[in-house]
């Protein structure tokens, strides 16, 4: 007969963490002007271009419209990059991605007043324009983005599966994504290109 296993309660734990910005933190959101077209093109069906002239670009509501603005008007970052940060740096560490994603949470401190996604309050530094040429597929667009400079700062909390991590597991993840994977656009863990080396930065415990 085989012996009964038994399942060991839940063992998770927090920890909470000062970041500071080492390189520029950039963000794209997608903006509600854009989910508008595209839903308006949606609707429209095959007759969606026929005759349509395209609007002008206002590239200070572009700028705008990138940030992750909260419900309570402060700046954030999403909370899941980070927590897609820390898995994407197990990986150099010869951790499963797997267990990864069943084992480490980001909590938010609040959501996007435009779309609800969960976010991390910058507790320090403020955004501005800046512009970059894109090329996409076979064109090139001019992408204006919101950027904080380095000294940036955000608190951040991570729940994770203390049977999965110790405490200085946790930390030294977070060490590897400042410092190898990076957050927000142009960070060196890019889906799509090599990063321009942004969204790095130091991590201490508090």
């Known amino acids: ?12 734990k927090t920890a909470i963490f000062l970041l500071t910005g080492t390189e520029p933190y950039v963000q794209h959101a997608f ?4 989910r508008q077209e595209m839903k308006d093109k949606q609707l429209a069906g095959s007759t969606a271009n026929k005759g349509k002239a395209r609007d ?4 200070e509501e572009c700028y705008r419209q990138s940030l992750h603005v909260s419900k ?4 954030g970052i999403p909370a899941a990059s980070f927590r897609a940060a820390i898995i994407s740096a197990c990986r150099i560490v010869g951790f499963k991605m797997t267990l990864a994603k069943l084992s480490v ?6 959501i996007d007043n435009n779309d609800g996604t ?3 309050r910058i507790t320090k530094g403020e955004p501005h324009s800046v512009e970059h040429m894109v090329r996409i597929q076979n064109t090139t667009d001019i992408r204006v983005r919101g950027m904080f400079d380095p000294g940036w700062e955000a608190e951040l909390s991570i729940r994770y599966d203390a049977d999965q ?3 200085a597991d946790i930390c030294n993840l977070l060490v590897r994504v400042g ?6 656009e142009g960070r060196p863990d890019s889906k799509t290109s090599a990063g321009m080396g942004w969204g790095l930065f130091s991590a201490k415990v508090l």
Do not use: H, R
Not at 105 to 110: I, L, N, Q
């Open 105 to 110: 949470f980001v909590p938010a401190d609040g």
């Open 72 to 75: 309570d008007g402060w700046y």
């Open 56 to 59: 002008p670009k206002d590239f």
């Open 31 to 34: 903006s509600a002007k854009a």
């Open 179 to 184: 410092s190898q994977v990076g957050i927000g």
């Open 1 to 12: 007969m085989a012996k009964k296993q038994n399942i060991k309660p839940v063992n998770f």
């Open 165 to 167: 991590f110790t405490e």
């Open 118 to 120: 969960p976010l991390i």
